[in-house]
């Protein structure tokens, strides 16, 4: 359940489903497996283990999960097979294999070997944040993020989902954090960061186990050097690694909360709760306080998300135990 890295989006009022609208638009899009000559396969699977509903919904957010399937069929493979075919060809019929003939029995060995291809696959979770607007996805690969947000817009369109601008683009606002060896509130400096030349093929610098606010990191960012990712701590309860893209990679939930889920039930379904709830408070309040260490949103998405925000959801009696005994996660 523990998210392992975050990019999260921007929602418009109008992005935000209900529960029944988001469950039956995503049930009419399930996961199938590759049929045989697919070289891969998307669709929505259930969003937890012990339900059959694509989405899973607590205070607010609505968690769900897509799984791709990909067919595994190395270059090196078909290559073999080809040239084992245009040895044959032309010790049978004593002539050269063109380039346009090897080009179509390439594809005749692919259509041979894809119904034979191992398959490997991947499930991506995401939740959507009705009273902070916010999509979070458990992944801080571009490609990745932008392909669920695809399917979510398939199934619900236009799905307005941006990513978020802030008024301080993240590396002015890195570099300044270690130009004063300081985090902003609620923050405080890890132990690694980067730093990169602005010009063309300029150096790298990539610090690990070291004290950022050290001279040497300082003379870096003299030297015009602008700091592309560093090691934060967030209230010491997260750990993680934010970029100039504004996506946290590495993610660590301390002990502290880890602890308070696992206090919160002995069942499978209480503990599953338990664990979704503590996370999305932690990580909306998170995300919230970083933008806002940023300069917050550009005014411009501020007004496209106020214009139509939703009121924020009435917790159940059940709902509000809960939160006050937990005291109110392809390959990256």
Avoid at 28 to 34: G, S, T, V, Y
Avoid at 208 to 231: C, F, Y
Avoid at 306 to 314: D, I, K, L, S
Wanted: aromatic share 6%; glycine share 6%; charged share 30%.
């Amino acid at each position: 359940m523990w998210f392992k890295q975050l990019s999260f989006y921007r929602l418009s009022g109008d992005a935000i489903p209900e529960v029944a609208q988001l469950t039956d638009a995503l049930e009419k899009k399930p996961f199938l497996h590759c049929s045989g000559l697919d070289w891969f396969s998307e669709g929505w699977v259930t969003a937890a283990g012990h339900q059959e509903s694509p989405v899973y919904s607590a205070r607010g957010c609505q968690l769900v999960a897509l799984k791709r399937e990909d067919k595994v069929l190395p270059a090196s493979v078909i290559r073999e097979f080809v040239d084992a075919k245009v040895a044959e060809i032309e010790d049978k019929e004593l002539r050269k294999v063109g380039r346009k003939e090897k080009q179509a029995l390439k594809e005749q060995v692919t259509d041979d070997l894809l119904p034979r291809a191992f398959v490997r696959s991947h499930r991506l979770n995401a939740y959507l944040d009705g009273r902070r607007q916010w999509l979070m996805v458990n992944s801080a690969t571009a490609t990745k993020s932008e392909a669920l947000v695809s399917k979510l817009r398939e199934a619900l369109p236009p799905f307005p989902a941006a990513l978020p601008r802030t008024q301080i683009a993240p590396h002015a606002a890195m570099t300044a954090w270690l130009a004063e060896g300081e985090a902003p509130a609620g923050f405080e400096l890890d132990a690694e960061c980067e730093l990169k030349d602005g010009s063309e093929n300029g150096a790298v610098i990539r610090c690990t186990r070291m004290d950022l606010t050290a001279d040497e990191i300082r003379q870096h960012i003299a030297t015009g050097k602008q700091v592309t990712r560093v090691g934060l701590i967030w209230r010491e309860r997260i750990r993680f690694v934010l970029t100039d893209m504004l996506q946290l990679k590495r993610l660590q939930f301390l002990d502290v909360l880890q602890e308070e889920a696992s206090q919160a039930g002995d069942d499978r379904d209480s503990l599953f709760e338990a664990t979704f709830t503590l996370m999305v408070e932690e990580l909306g309040e998170l995300v919230d306080e970083l933008v806002e260490a940023l300069g917050g949103l550009e005014e411009a998405q501020q007004a496209s998300t106020a214009a139509a925000a939703p009121p924020a959801p009435a917790a159940d009696a059940n709902a509000a135990t809960r939160a006050e005994a937990v005291d109110v996660p392809w390959e990256e």
